[in-house]
């Protein structure tokens, strides 16, 4: 059995040769780490100022919510009004789809007023 020589090749290694840090490279990082660290620091102390305008914008939403609620049931209204046409057109002409349509139009109408309901509770 023959021992192998191990021989080293990569151009990282070179026994002998020492690094050697250069002055003005390490303070070039060493600013470069403290504008950094400045920058970051300086944003969040100037994200202090957001938080009033997420109160005004919660306070614009939810002014919004009493017209809108009475603009849904108003939609309510208008929607129940064409359904009991529709419904007393087909009940008139003797269709025996009157009952579902019925139910369709009156579950639309029942929907709008919870679902304006419901937004209103969760946001108020």
């Given at each position: 059995?023959?021992?192998?020589?191990?021989?080293?090749?990569?151009?990282?290694?070179?026994?002998?040769?020492?690094?050697?840090?250069?002055?003005?490279?390490?303070?070039?990082?060493?600013?470069?780490?403290?504008?950094?660290?400045?920058?970051?620091?300086?944003?969040?102390?100037?994200?202090?100022?957001?938080?009033?305008?997420?109160?005004?914008a919660t306070n614009m939403?939810?002014s919004y919510f009493d017209?809108?609620?009475?603009?849904?049931?108003?939609?309510?209204?208008?929607?129940?009004l064409i359904g009991g046409?529709?419904?007393?057109?087909?009940?008139?002409?003797?269709?025996?789809?009157?009952?579902?349509?019925?139910?369709?139009?009156?579950?639309?109408?029942?929907?709008?007023?919870?679902?304006?309901?419901?937004?209103?509770?969760?946001?108020?």
């Amino acid at each position: 059995m023959t021992k192998k020589k191990i021989e080293f090749h990569s151009s990282f290694f070179t026994p002998g040769k020492k690094y050697k840090h250069s002055l003005p490279s390490l303070k070039k990082k060493v600013l470069m780490s403290a504008a950094f660290v400045f920058a970051a620091v300086s944003s969040a102390f100037a994200q202090g100022n957001g938080i009033g305008g997420i109160t005004e914008a919660t306070n614009m939403v939810t002014s919004y919510f009493d017209p809108g609620t009475k603009l849904i049931y108003a939609i309510g209204a208008v929607v129940g009004l064409i359904g009991g046409i529709k419904v007393y057109n087909k009940f008139s002409s003797g269709d025996p789809d009157t009952s579902k349509t019925a139910a369709s139009w009156f579950g639309a109408c029942i929907f709008l007023i919870v679902a304006a309901t419901i937004l209103r509770s969760f946001f108020l």
